[in-house]
């Protein structure tokens, strides 16, 4: 496993991550302790140090598995989590974003993760407006002077435009930034990594396979089950230019290597971009994740991953 600096915060994290919106039951699995336990255990061994999760990822659910399979072993974890919703039946959230709210979440958090402290703590694709809340980061200030969290960090949702929250990190503490980026969906690049550089932010990438069709398993025709939330996307034309475009960037995969690795190899090597968090639903696949990290150069735009 390679290591990086995740920006201003020091920490040391592994280059492969693991993301668990899965864990949360809207990815068309349920999982059992076990299964998480061994997802986990298998990441550690790998050498894979950090987690990112979410207080909606079922209502704290897929806090409550990573809480479980990580404990006694806290100190080896850096876990990232973030903040700003409600988890509702049928892919829907309520937004929590007043500060009184945010600090009710942040001791769920905790006891569902059964920790003390956060290492990042993640305002969750909140809008602009939202984001300028000068009392939500005075009270999350409060909460890193009192150890409850380590860092804080900006979660960006992608449908927002421009740079606004990006730019303003610094102004208001946080000191990392979690993106949707991979091959096919490359908008921070028009100024997002940019000014992470600038600031040296750290950068997660989160969805660096596309919803899994970067791995190259997903064609023409494919359907999902009710419960997986890419059920919600497949009768419309958004998910057939995903599958369109896979098909063409098919022959930028080297011979040998899989699309998979291929698709978290070419985020890591914009130099911008700290770790990858791609999402796992078997051991098999937290092994497959973590042999990214080893791919020589995989794009002619930034050919050198970073050190």
Not at 15 to 36: P, S, Y
Not at 125 to 142: A, I, N, R
Not at 168 to 176: L, T
Not at 204 to 230: E, H, I
Request: negative net charge; hydrophobic residues 40%.
């Amino acid at each position: 496993m390679k290591y990086r600096r995740l920006g201003k915060t020091q920490l040391r994290v592994s280059v492969i991550g693991i993301g668990t919106w899965q864990l949360g039951g809207e990815w068309g699995k349920t999982f059992e302790q076990a299964q998480v336990d061994a997802m986990c255990a298998k990441a550690a061994e790998l050498g894979i140090n950090l987690i990112d999760t979410a207080e909606c990822y079922g209502d704290h659910l897929s806090e409550k598995l990573i809480g479980r399979a990580i404990e006694g072993r806290r100190d080896k974890w850096i876990i990232a989590t973030k903040f700003g919703h409600r988890f509702k039946p049928g892919f829907d959230r309520e937004n929590l974003f007043e500060p009184a709210q945010v600090e009710r979440q942040l001791e769920d958090s905790l006891k569902a993760l059964q920790t003390d402290y956060v290492d990042l703590y993640q305002f969750h694709s909140g809008t602009d407006e939202l984001f300028q809340t000068p009392s939500l980061w005075e009270m999350l200030q409060k909460q890193v002077e009192a150890g409850k969290v380590r860092h804080l960090g900006i979660s960006i949702s992608s449908r927002l435009s421009g740079t606004h929250q990006a730019d303003n990190a610094s102004a208001i503490g946080a000191e990392a930034i979690q993106v949707v980026y991979n091959r096919i969906e490359r908008k921070p690049e028009e100024g997002i990594l940019d000014s992470c550089i600038q600031q040296d932010l750290g950068v997660l990438a989160r969805v660096p396979l596309a919803s899994g069709f970067l791995s190259g398993k997903y064609g023409k025709g494919a359907t999902f089950a009710d419960s997986d939330v890419r059920s919600t996307w497949q009768d419309g034309d958004e998910m057939l230019r995903i599958i369109e475009q896979v098909e063409e960037f098919r022959s930028e995969v080297p011979q040998g290597v899989s699309m998979a690795h291929w698709a978290l190899a070419w985020c890591l090597q914009h130099p911008a971009v700290t770790c990858v968090i791609p999402g796992c639903k078997t051991v098999e696949q937290v092994e497959a994740n973590a042999k990214a990290a080893d791919l020589p150069a995989v794009r002619e735009d930034h050919p050198q991953a970073m050190p």
